[in-house]
């Protein structure tokens, strides 16, 4: 009785996923880096916001006048009345630290409370954070969720497919590789 | 900062990728070729040492004459130093490994030593935080006192933990004078020096953690198991200093740190910084080794 088997370039496409694991597992080393070193990052940033706000901070009424959602994470522009009748920016930087429906319910020209850092030889000035998220920024870690999601997907490939981390301490013969020494045909 | 200053951070670097090296054929117990002055050392030895001399010739002819840079030149120059660092770190940090000094648990002793005193001088540490810390420093001076055999998942933890206590020295450090060329910090060209060579020493530990705590994690999976097995006599030594020689070594750690703490010799991080290096590098040359049981 005759074997069936399946078409050469058949078989040789249900190897591209194996392919695919292997290109980003021999990328996850770098991409775990990179996402570590940005979360970081973005958690110095925000210490360094919650610093400025603690000791610069200042609570003003600030009426939105452009909301962007696309933009370096999202960000609202307001304006508040500061001396002399002038007035003064505050920005909402990343948006998405703050809940999507309440995001939807903004409107330009609505008035919202803010706890502002003013203008000033500050490192995060003009920055705002409304003040009734303030207490929930303050736990916030400050790292958004694709540097996460960077972070836990490259954690996942390098648990499953791990050989790449260990070459330079153990020779290609004993990690049990298999699919360079499979003969596809 | 002068050129001077960029010169001791660039000749830091240079004598400790060197010492890298050196320390890596040593421990691998690569032939090395025996020098053109003295057959007791090495090529590589009297390298460093050509080397260390050219350096500081160079330096004091530098800081003697201290020409007038501008701004773009001295961006120039730390850019320079900071390309080649950065390319250095990021392959054999990340890449290729392999002048990564292996270490014992009475190193990673000292170097445990070394990192808290930094850290509990700089900063009031939580009863939590404390424990955290400390529970795991006894239980390696604990290790390094005894002479049994550590099986290879202890020793991975073992090594975690060292790269740790690298972590915390790295993040006491200031590596403003790496990336501002107007950086007004007071030191000394030998305080320079020392940054630069600990600043690469610490910071290719640094990069290397993300890649240990890769392959910790992988070992979720039973099947990864064996790869640490395998891995571990390229970073962990069985050999040890004897006992007696060891505390002694500990105690005379104690002493130049509670000495340059009286005198103010160094600045704190520096004499920190040069511990480190002397701990992982010379710690266990003057003596004979004996393997675990």
């Given at each position: 009785?005759?074997?069936?088997?399946?078409?050469?370039?058949?078989?040789?496409?249900?190897?591209?996923?194996?392919?695919?694991?292997?290109?980003?597992?021999?990328?996850?080393?770098?991409?775990?880096?990179?996402?570590?070193?940005?979360?970081?990052?973005?958690?110095?940033?925000?210490?360094?916001?919650?610093?400025?706000?603690?000791?610069?901070?200042?609570?003003?009424?600030?009426?939105?006048?452009?909301?962007?959602?696309?933009?370096?994470?999202?960000?609202?522009?307001?304006?508040?009345?500061?001396?002399?009748?002038?007035?003064?920016?505050?920005?909402?930087?990343?948006?998405?630290?703050?809940?999507?429906?309440?995001?939807?319910?903004?409107?330009?020209?609505?008035?919202?409370?803010?706890?502002?850092?003013?203008?000033?030889?500050?490192?995060?000035?003009?920055?705002?954070?409304?003040?009734?998220?303030?207490?929930?920024?303050?736990?916030?870690?400050?790292?958004?969720?694709?540097?996460?999601?960077?972070?836990?997907?490259?954690?996942?490939?390098?648990?499953?497919?791990?050989?790449?981390?260990?070459?330079?301490?153990?020779?290609?013969?004993?990690?049990?590789?298999?699919?360079?020494?499979?003969?596809?045909? | 900062?002068?050129?001077?200053?960029?010169?001791?951070?660039?000749?830091?670097?240079?004598?400790?990728?060197?010492?890298?090296?050196?320390?890596?054929?040593?421990?691998?117990?690569?032939?090395?070729?025996?020098?053109?002055?003295?057959?007791?050392?090495?090529?590589?030895?009297?390298?460093?040492?050509?080397?260390?001399?050219?350096?500081?010739?160079?330096?004091?002819?530098?800081?003697?004459?201290?020409?007038?840079?501008?701004?773009?030149?001295?961006?120039?120059?730390?850019?320079?130093?900071?390309?080649?660092?950065?390319?250095?770190?990021?392959?054999?940090?990340?890449?290729?490994?392999?002048?990564?000094?292996?270490?014992?648990?009475?190193?990673?002793?000292?170097?445990?030593?070394?990192?808290?005193?930094?850290?509990?001088?700089?900063?009031?540490?939580?009863?939590?935080?404390?424990?955290?810390?400390?529970?795991?420093?006894?239980?390696?001076?604990?290790?390094?006192?005894?002479?049994?055999?550590?099986?290879?998942?202890?020793?991975?933890?073992?090594?975690?933990?060292?790269?740790?206590?690298?972590?915390?020295?790295?993040?006491?450090?200031?590596?403003?004078?790496?990336?501002r060329p107007t950086s007004e910090l007071e030191l000394t060209l030998l305080d320079y020096f020392i940054g630069g060579a600990a600043g690469i020493f610490l910071l290719l530990h640094s990069i290397f953690l993300a890649r240990?705590?890769?392959?910790?994690?992988?070992?979720?999976?039973?099947?990864?198991?064996?790869?640490?097995?395998?891995?571990?006599?390229?970073?962990?030594?069985?050999?040890?200093?004897?006992?007696?020689?060891?505390?002694?070594?500990?105690?005379?750690?104690?002493?130049?740190?509670?000495?340059?703490?009286?005198?103010?010799?160094?600045?704190?991080?520096?004499?920190?910084?040069?511990?480190?290096?002397?701990?992982?590098?010379?710690?266990?040359?003057?003596?004979?080794?004996?393997?675990?049981?």
């Open positions: 009785m005759r074997v069936k088997r399946w078409p050469r370039s058949l078989s040789e496409l249900a190897l591209l996923p194996d392919v695919l694991l292997w290109f980003l597992a021999a990328l996850a080393p770098l991409m775990f880096l990179f996402s570590l070193i940005a979360g970081f990052d973005q958690a110095a940033q925000h210490r360094g916001l919650l610093a400025d706000l603690a000791a610069h901070g200042r609570v003003v009424s600030a009426e939105i006048n452009q909301i962007d959602f696309e933009s370096q994470r999202g960000r609202i522009t307001l304006f508040y009345p500061a001396e002399n009748e002038q007035r003064e920016l505050a920005v909402i930087r990343i948006l998405e630290f703050y809940p999507a429906d309440w995001l939807n319910r903004l409107e330009k020209g609505q008035t919202l409370e803010l706890l502002c850092v003013p203008p000033g030889p500050y490192r995060h000035a003009y920055e705002a954070v409304p003040l009734q998220y303030y207490p929930a920024f303050q736990r916030h870690p400050g790292i958004t969720r694709d540097i996460w999601a960077v972070f836990l997907f490259f954690l996942l490939v390098a648990i499953y497919r791990p050989h790449f981390l260990f070459l330079g301490f153990v020779p290609v013969t004993d990690m049990s590789v298999t699919l360079l020494s499979e003969n596809p045909s | 900062m002068n050129l001077a200053s960029n010169l001791a951070i660039a000749a830091g670097i240079i004598v400790e990728i060197l010492l890298l090296w050196e320390t890596s054929d040593r421990q691998k117990k690569n032939q090395s070729t025996s020098g053109f002055f003295s057959p007791g050392l090495s090529r590589l030895q009297e390298v460093i040492g050509l080397v260390l001399l050219v350096s500081w010739g160079g330096i004091a002819l530098a800081d003697y004459f201290d020409p007038p840079l501008s701004l773009a030149a001295l961006s120039a120059i730390q850019n320079a130093i900071m390309g080649f660092s950065f390319m250095f770190l990021f392959i054999f940090g990340m890449v290729s490994p392999k002048l990564l000094p292996r270490v014992n648990e009475q190193t990673i002793v000292a170097i445990s030593l070394v990192a808290f005193y930094g850290l509990f001088s700089l900063a009031k540490l939580e009863w939590f935080w404390l424990t955290a810390l400390l529970l795991p420093a006894l239980g390696v001076f604990g290790m390094a006192l005894t002479t049994r055999v550590i099986h290879p998942y202890l020793k991975s933890l073992l090594y975690f933990w060292y790269l740790v206590c690298l972590l915390i020295m790295a993040l006491q450090n200031n590596f403003e004078m790496f990336i240990f705590f890769l392959m910790l994690t992988a070992l979720i999976r039973p099947a990864n198991r064996h790869l640490i097995v395998l891995a571990m006599p390229q970073l962990f030594d069985d050999q040890q200093i004897p006992r007696l020689k060891f505390l002694v070594i500990l105690a005379l750690f104690g002493a130049i740190l509670a000495l340059n703490r009286l005198t103010g010799l160094l600045p704190s991080i520096s004499a920190l910084n040069l511990l480190i290096l002397l701990a992982v590098h010379f710690m266990e040359r003057p003596f004979q080794l004996t393997e675990r049981l």
